[in-house]
Structures are given as structure tokens and as C-alpha cells.
């Protein structure tokens, strides 16, 4: 009895050998990883700046990005936080469909809206719409649905006509739904711009998107897109609903930062051209639909001589 208990002894202090010698080596990698950085070079210094956590796309990808917030922190902006998202190429494709065929699947996607509020699920009677119309219709759905932002989806050709679809009512299908496709499809379609034109992402402009942070006066706001290009910020909030309380409200914003008009847009799905162009002599942006803005975005890179800095 007493040797086994010896024994015992023995192996719980072999034990506890092993794990101080695995403490230690834990100790040492904490060490290590410390040291690293803290050395890591931002911007060419010897030590990390205090960043909040950005979506980096590329290794070498942090100069432009950085220069974005020093805009912001240069107006006494705080940072709150910036969302960091894995970016999809299957919501980037969606987006850009929506974008482009918006007037084809524009009822569609205010009845998902709908149904994501009532939690009814979605019947459209689609005999009398235009073949073209039934057709992307369907192509929206069979795509919303192939990622499962659709829990059901049927379409019964003739004589019946009729589409059933039921959303999946999850916060990244609601947020989709609600309006971050349009924010991403600006994006995506202002990246092909300058890409077309020879400027180089992460070398002569790059973008931050949902960033958050505390105005001067205290209080928290979201700015939908900042990018910089070349040296210029331009400022990018989208809507696609109701946009009248959030106009004056914007407004201000682009005063604090001091962006002038021509940079500092207003993309809005339910807008005519007549009307933007009225809301934008009243306010310090330029107001424009999903039929005016990019003429107008690329006019405004025209103004300040971008693309010709690159010829």
C-alpha cells in the first residue's frame, strides 16, 4: 500500500513537471507574439498604431485605408468600429443583378421586404406582367434561393403564373435584403470605373465601408462608403426607402467633413431625376438615382482631373 502510493506521488509530480514545462513554453510564444507586434511596421514606423480592426483585403493593403480614418480623425471624428465581413462573390453577383435589372425586380424585392417584416411568406399572380419582367423575376429568386436566402421558392408557369417564396428571416438575409446589396453594388460598380481607367486598388484608391464613429457633438453615426482616390475623399450613403428625414441630417454631416457637393453623394432607389436634382440645390450633396449617379460620379472625377493624372 505504501509503494503505491509512492507510485502516486511520483506520477503526479512527473505530471506537474510536464506542465510547468508547458506553461513555460506558452509563456515564451505569448512572449514572441507580443514582441511581433509590436514591431510591426504601419505606415513606415517602427510601432503599431492603435487602428480599430478594418477589413484588410491585401497584405500591403493598409496605407489607404489608414489614410481614411486619419481623414476622419482629423475632423474629431472617433473611430467606433468599421465592419469587417467576409466578402462573397455569390451576394457580389446578386447585388450587381439587382442593380442593373432594378426596374425588372423592384416590386419583387419590396414584397420580400414585406415578408421579412410580417414573416408571411410571399404569392405574386404574374400572368399579366411582361415576359421580361417574369423572367428576371425568377432568375432573382432561383439565385436568392441556390444560397438559401430563400427557404422556398416555386414558380408555376401557365396557366397558373404564380411565384411562392418564403425568406429566410436571418440578420445577414434581412440586412441584404433591406438595402446592403445597393451598398455593395455602388461599390462594386465605382471599383470597375477606375479599374477601366487604369487606377490600381490599394495603389491609387481603395474604400472603407459601415464605418461607425462619434460626431464631435457626441453622438454616434454610420457613414455607408468613404473611398479615396487618389488624394480626394468622396462620401457615398445609399437608401432604398424613405430618404426625406435622412437628407438634412446628411447634409450636416458633409459640412463637418467638409466634402464638397460634388463628392459627397446620395444614391436613392425611389427618387426621379427631377426630384434629385431639386433635393440636391437645397442640400450639400448631389442626390441622384440609380439612373443618374455614376454620369455623375464620373463627371465628378472629371472635374478634379483624375484620370487624366493617370494619362
Known amino acids: 500500500m505504501k509503494k503505491e502510493i509512492i507510485k502516486e506521488i511520483e506520477n503526479i509530480g512527473s505530471s506537474l513537471e510536464e506542465i510547468g514545462k508547458a506553461l513555460k513554453n506558452i509563456s515564451k510564444l505569448l512572449l514572441e507574439h507580443e514582441n511581433n507586434i509590436e514591431n510591426f511596421p504601419i505606415n513606415g ?12 483585403t491585401d497584405e500591403n493593403n493598409y496605407q489607404i485605408k489608414d489614410e481614411i480614418i486619419d481623414f476622419l480623425e482629423k475632423k474629431n471624428f472617433s473611430i467606433v468600429n468599421i465592419t469587417s465581413e467576409e466578402k462573397s462573390t455569390s451576394l457580389d453577383t446578386i447585388s450587381k443583378f439587382i442593380g442593373d435589372k432594378y426596374e425588372y425586380i423592384k416590386d419583387f424585392l419590396k414584397k420580400l421586404k414585406k415578408s421579412l417584416n410580417t414573416g408571411i411568406p410571399i404569392r405574386i399572380y404574374m400572368k399579366d406582367y411582361p415576359e421580361e419582367k417574369i423572367t428576371y423575376i425568377c432568375q432573382l429568386a432561383s439565385n436568392l434561393h441556390s444560397i438559401a436566402f430563400l427557404k422556398e421558392y416555386k414558380y408555376s408557369k401557365s396557366p397558373k403564373y404564380i411565384l411562392y417564396a418564403d425568406p429566410l428571416r436571418e440578420p445577414l438575409v434581412i440586412n ?18 477606375l479599374n477601366r481607367k487604369g487606377l490600381v486598388e490599394g495603389v491609387d484608391y481603395d474604400h472603407l465601408q459601415n464605418i461607425q464613429i462619434k460626431l464631435p457633438n457626441g453622438k454616434n453615426f454610420e457613414l455607408d462608403v468613404l473611398f479615396k482616390i487618389k488624394d480626394k475623399i468622396f462620401w457615398f450613403e445609399t437608401k432604398t426607402g424613405d430618404y426625406q428625414q435622412y437628407v438634412h441630417k446628411y447634409s450636416e454631416i458633409s459640412k463637418l467633413l467638409g466634402i464638397p457637393q460634388n463628392r459627397a453623394f446620395m444614391l436613392i432607389t425611389e427618387i426621379k431625376s427631377a426630384g434629385a436634382d431639386a433635393v440636391s440645390s437645397l442640400f450639400n450633396m448631389t442626390v441622384c438615382n440609380l439612373d443618374t449617379w455614376e454620369e455623375k460620379f464620373l463627371n465628378s472625377l472629371k472635374e478634379i482631373n483624375i484620370f487624366e493624372e493617370q494619362s
Do not use: R, T
Open 45 to 56: 514606423e517602427g510601432k503599431q498604431e492603435n487602428k480599430p480592426d478594418i477589413e484588410i
Open 176 to 193: 441584404f435584403i433591406n438595402g446592403k446589396w445597393l451598398e455593395d453594388y455602388l461599390v462594386l460598380k465605382i471599383k470597375d470605373n
